[in-house]
């Protein structure tokens, strides 16, 4: 069996100004935001390799969890950066403000159908789900039995890993949440993947709530 630990960076500065980030630049974690990394990082267990996004907010993730881990979790961690976890490319939404963005026409089907939608200007929610689902098959292909992986990597990044896991496809992947510094664990023993959120684990295709 290997292990993979879905994280999701520390708060942002978007994050507190409540504005859709994607990829614009100067968006940095807050003090809080590393606080939160750092305290996690305490809870998790020996990893074996971190992939991140190459995104600052969760690079900066990454180093924090590097840096920050007990005598017990001691070992030689390599840090990878990984473009299939980066932000999704929201296009002319990103830097708008999501009180704003939820009165617009297209917000109601970018929760209810994200499978059919395209961000204007930007990227697919196809084209993420299948980059991310990507990335997450051959970190657990490189892992040998008994290790763990950490993946680094953003909200709707992390939903559509955690959707494909539990077999509830990308049309679903609005049903998950995940605040920032939470973190969900995957048990992946061959084909089966079994989800682990506040000491339950759950598979199949029914989930609701944060992860």
Same mark, same amino acid.
């Given at each position: 069996?290997?292990?993979?630990?879905?994280? +999701?960076?520390? =708060?942002?500065? *978007?994050? &507190?100004?409540?504005? $859709?980030?994607?990829?614009?630049?100067?968006?940095?974690? #807050?003090? +809080?935001?590393? =606080?939160?990394? *750092?305290? &996690?990082?305490?809870? $998790?267990?020996?990893?074996?390799?971190?992939?991140?996004? #190459?995104?600052?907010?969760?690079?900066?993730? *990454?180093?924090?969890?590097?840096?920050?881990?007990?005598?017990?979790?001691?070992?030689?961690? #390599?840090?990878?950066?990984?473009?299939?976890?980066?932000?999704?490319?929201?296009?002319?939404?990103?830097?708008?403000?999501?009180?704003?963005?939820?009165?617009?026409?297209?917000?109601?089907?970018?929760?209810?159908?994200?499978?059919?939608?395209?961000?204007?200007?930007?990227?697919?929610?196809?084209?993420?789900?299948?980059?991310?689902?990507?990335?997450?098959?051959?970190?657990?292909?490189?892992?040998?039995?008994?290790?763990?992986?950490?993946?680094?990597?953003?909200?709707?990044?992390?939903?559509?890993?955690?959707?494909?896991?539990?077999?509830?496809?990308?049309?679903?992947?609005?049903?998950?949440?995940?605040?920032?510094?939470?973190?969900?664990?995957?048990?992946?023993?061959?084909?089966?993947?079994?989800?682990?959120?506040?000491?339950?684990?759950?598979?199949?295709?029914?989930?609701?709530?944060?992860?």
């Amino acid at each position: 069996m290997v292990t993979i630990i879905l994280l +999701r960076h520390g =708060e942002s500065t *978007a994050n &507190v100004q409540r504005v $859709l980030a994607g990829r614009l630049a100067g968006v940095a974690l #807050t003090d +809080r935001g590393r =606080e939160q990394v *750092a305290k &996690v990082a305490q809870e $998790l267990p020996r990893i074996d390799v971190i992939r991140h996004s #190459t995104i600052d907010r969760c690079v900066d993730t *990454a180093r924090i969890v590097a840096s920050n881990r007990t005598s017990a979790q001691s070992s030689d961690v #390599t840090l990878e950066a990984d473009s299939r976890f980066d932000e999704v490319d929201y296009g002319e939404w990103s830097g708008l403000a999501l009180d704003d963005l939820r009165t617009r026409a297209h917000w109601e089907r970018v929760q209810q159908s994200p499978h059919t939608f395209e961000f204007p200007g930007g990227e697919a929610m196809t084209h993420v789900f299948n980059r991310a689902v990507d990335g997450l098959t051959s970190l657990i292909n490189d892992l040998g039995p008994g290790q763990t992986g950490l993946i680094v990597s953003h909200g709707d990044v992390i939903k559509a890993m955690v959707a494909h896991a539990v077999g509830a496809g990308l049309s679903n992947f609005q049903r998950f949440g995940v605040q920032p510094a939470q973190f969900c664990v995957l048990h992946v023993q061959g084909q089966v993947m079994t989800l682990s959120l506040g000491g339950s684990r759950i598979s199949g295709t029914t989930l609701g709530g944060e992860c």
